[in-house]
């Protein structure tokens, strides 16, 4: 009988990390048996070199979308464990339903072009190394082709972590920022990392991080120890720490930014560590704040987390870089002709100044596209244009709470009409809008919602309200009992509204009626119990808000 055992298949070998001395630092480095052996094996010379005999030829990997044809059935999942080798393999490689198996090609000489992201990750943060699909026309990191299927790291040294797709948004243990589709996870302990973060170079002591003046060393032992820079106790997230003094930072948190710019707040702010008696605005709140704060002007702070979420943050730091670009220094949207007489940047003509005295339902606002029904409106010399007089204010440029870019004025186009919804409360444009600079972006908000600030005054609510930028949590909106996407909550109880619900007109005016109409939410119905128009029930109606 043969004593021979079976040998481990090369797929089954885990990636990990081995001990580096360079420049008398000591690191950490990613190695795989085959994939990234110890030593590294370098890159495939090029053709004018010729070839190398010290090492083995580099392997030839699937396209990541061809894995996960492979490892996962047509039907949709949230979390998807990947099964297979990244390895294009010729006799064995079998996908249904037509999909190409063609290895991808390794470009490692061009440097990769910014307007786009490794599709499978989503990520960015190119070099010179990366692989391109030529069936797909797709680009993808390096790290993510040559993913193994289990990678044991620094960070989490209790358990292996298992690449799957995963449809949720984690947080990366080492970048801290979200991560879906193609990740590192632990189901048990819900541990996530990016593939390009597991297999980055890990230093075991920092010399001069940002937000500590002694040298940081990394703290292997897995543990829930209290973040002097986010003063949160982040389970499972790496640490560092100050051998000299009793400090301690998680490892992205070390990096946090000292100068930024908030949507939240027109002023730069500046990081500092701080002990602060926090007091809103309005004054409804009081308490103390043991955390480093992102203190704005003299009034203004915000947790670390909070300020540097994706939602508000534009992931630029801004230390020793000039503001070219003050929204503050714009023109104004209009020049004065005369008094009573504008031309507005966004019409060819004069405008004249007038006030309301009959309602017309017929006569609409350019901008907010409502009608003009009391107070004081501008109209052209020349045409049918016609602008509330607020309307026309409306700046050149804003930074709105809701984007973390410059947005700019736009009027409505035929191409846009229809087409295109308001990222705010998702109704379709027809009116005056404003537009992220920056073309990927693609972000719109009508005019409405752009004019909303914080706090909130809604005249339904007695309390100011306060934008909500959890993209996880959708509660119901208590006007219209729907779903919030988008919401307004109330930090003295529990009142919540939509964006939507928000940015309806409080007051209106049917055309067969002489008075007001108020708003009015689904449990205040009044005795009548039916519309006036059609005589159905308002119970029996989708919609809970009623005029």
Not at 239 to 266: E, G, Q, W
Not at 296 to 323: F, N, Q
Request: with cysteine.
């Amino acid at each position: 009988k043969s004593s021979k055992k079976t040998p481990k298949s090369v797929m089954d070998f885990d990636g990990g990390f081995h001990e580096i001395e360079k420049d008398g630092k000591l690191f950490m480095v990613y190695h795989h048996p085959k994939y990234c052996p110890i030593p590294q094996i370098q890159s495939p010379s090029s053709s004018s070199e010729g070839p190398s005999h010290d090492h083995p030829p580099q392997p030839l990997f699937l396209c990541p979308r061809v894995r996960y044809l492979k490892d996962c059935s047509e039907k949709y999942h949230k979390l998807a464990p990947l099964k297979s080798s990244p390895e294009y393999v010729f006799s064995t490689t079998r996908v249904e339903n037509h999909h190409h198996v063609l290895p991808l090609f390794w470009c490692n000489n061009e440097k990769f072009k910014a307007n786009g992201g490794c599709f499978i990750c989503y990520g960015s943060n190119f070099g010179t190394n990366y692989y391109f699909c030529d069936h797909c026309d797709l680009t993808f990191h390096k790290e993510c082709v040559e993913s193994p299927i289990k990678i044991k790291h620094p960070y989490h040294p209790e358990h292996s972590l298992q690449l799957y797709f995963y449809s949720s948004m984690g947080e990366c243990l080492y970048c801290g920022k979200r991560a879906c589709n193609l990740v590192y996870y632990r189901t048990i302990c819900q541990a996530v990392m990016h593939p390009i973060c597991a297999m980055r170079l890990i230093s075991f002591v920092i010399d001069k991080p940002k937000c500590h003046d002694h040298p940081l060393t990394f703290f292997p032992r897995q543990t829930s120890l209290t973040c002097n820079v986010c003063s949160l106790e982040r389970k499972n997230y790496p640490t560092y720490v100050c051998l000299r003094c009793n400090f301690v930072a998680h490892n992205d948190c070390m990096y946090s930014p000292r100068i930024i710019k908030n949507p939240r707040y027109h002023v730069t702010p500046i990081v500092s560590p701080t002990f602060i008696l926090f007091h809103l605005d309005n004054g409804f709140v009081e308490f103390v704040v043991n955390v480093s704060l992102v203190v704005m002007c003299c009034d203004y702070v915000a947790h670390i987390r909070c300020a540097l979420g994706k939602d508000v943050w534009d992931e630029k730091e801004l230390e020793g870089v000039p503001d070219d670009d003050n929204i503050t220094q714009d023109d104004g949207p209009f020049d004065i002709i005369s008094k009573g007489v504008i031309v507005h940047f966004l019409h060819d003509h004069h405008l004249r100044l007038q006030v309301n005295i009959l309602y017309d339902e017929n006569k609409l606002c350019e901008a907010c596209v409502l009608p003009i029904v009391e107070g004081t409106f501008y109209t052209c010399i020349e045409c049918d244009f016609i602008l509330h007089e607020t309307c026309a204010k409306y700046c050149r440029r804003i930074q709105h709470v809701l984007h973390p870019h410059p947005l700019t004025l736009k009027p409505m186009t035929q191409n846009v009409l229809g087409h295109e919804g308001c990222d705010a409360c998702f109704r379709y444009l027809g009116g005056f809008f404003y537009r992220c600079q920056i073309e990927e972006c693609n972000f719109v908000i009508d005019v409405s919602c752009a004019s909303i600030s914080e706090p909130f005054d809604y005249k339904g609510h007695e309390h100011p309200l306060f934008l909500a930028l959890d993209p996880e949590v959708k509660p119901i909106c208590h006007v219209c009992k729907g779903e919030c996407r988008k919401q307004f909550n109330c930090i003295k109880c529990d009142f919540i509204i939509c964006f939507t619900c928000a940015t309806l007109p409080y007051k209106a005016r049917y055309k067969h009626d002489k008075y007001f109409l108020t708003i009015l939410r689904g449990e205040e119905i009044c005795e009548k119990n039916w519309c006036e128009l059609c005589e159905c029930s308002l119970k029996d109606t989708d919609t809970k808000v009623f005029y």
